[in-house]
Every structure is written in structure tokens, then in C-alpha cells.
Nanobody, 115 residues
Framework: QVQLVESGGGLVQPGGSLRLSCKTS????????MGWYRQAPGEQRELVAR???????NYTDSVKGRFTISRNNAKNTAYLQMDSLKPEDTAVYFC?????????WGQGTQVTVSS
């Protein structure tokens, strides 16, 4: 069983930055992939960014060039650096991990972009 705990959400003005963190209870390098999803009110959950064990990354088109996914193996923590935030980035952000064929989710952290 893997537990994921997100932190770092909050209220930020358009153009601002936030960094989300996802602390894992297991070894992060043992995970096939980790990623960040988001879900806005009335919308389906969507993939934002993903990193495989080998370090390959992919991003949804709307965040390319603004968001960066990374990890610290020693701290078993993944990050999502979000810059140039827009109101349409407002959502609950969820950390996700894939271990073999099993998926795990964090509890989510709210990100609100508003002036």
C-alpha cells in the first residue's frame, strides 16, 4: 500500500507561481510512474504532468512551458512547479502513482488562481 500526501496548494493571483509537493510512503524510484492530475468543478479529472521511472516527462498542452514536474529521490517526493498561472488552472490537484499495475491517489490540494 502506497500513501501519497500533497501539499502546497492555495490562492494565487494570475501570473503567480505555486509549487505542489507529493510525499510518498514508499520508495519513489520503485514506482513505474508518478504524475499530477487536476479536476475543476463540473469537469473530468485530467492528466497535467507525468514522469516515468526513467525520468521521461509529458505534459498536457495547456501547461507546456509553464509547469514542470520533478522529483527528489532521497526525499521520496515529487513536485509540480507551476508558473504563469491562469484562472483556468483553478482546480483540485491530485498526485498519482503507478506501481506495477496498481494506481494510488493522494487526497488532493486546492489551487485557486484569482485576482
Amino acid at each position: 500500500q502506497v500513501q501519497l500526501v500533497e501539499s502546497g496548494g492555495g490562492l494565487v493571483q494570475p501570473g503567480g507561481s505555486l509549487r505542489l509537493s507529493c510525499k510518498t510512503s514508499g520508495s519513489i524510484i520503485s514506482m513505474n510512474a508518478m504524475g499530477w492530475y487536476r479536476q475543476a468543478p463540473g469537469e473530468q479529472r485530467e492528466l497535467v504532468a507525468r514522469m516515468t521511472r526513467s525520468g521521461r516527462t509529458n505534459y498536457t498542452d495547456s501547461v507546456k512551458g509553464r509547469f514542470t514536474i520533478s522529483r527528489n529521490n532521497a526525499k521520496n517526493t515529487a513536485y509540480l512547479q507551476m508558473d504563469s498561472l491562469k484562472p483556468e488552472d483553478t482546480a483540485v490537484y491530485f498526485c498519482h502513482a503507478l506501481v506495477l499495475t496498481r494506481t494510488y491517489w493522494g487526497q488532493g490540494t486546492q489551487v485557486t488562481v484569482s485576482s
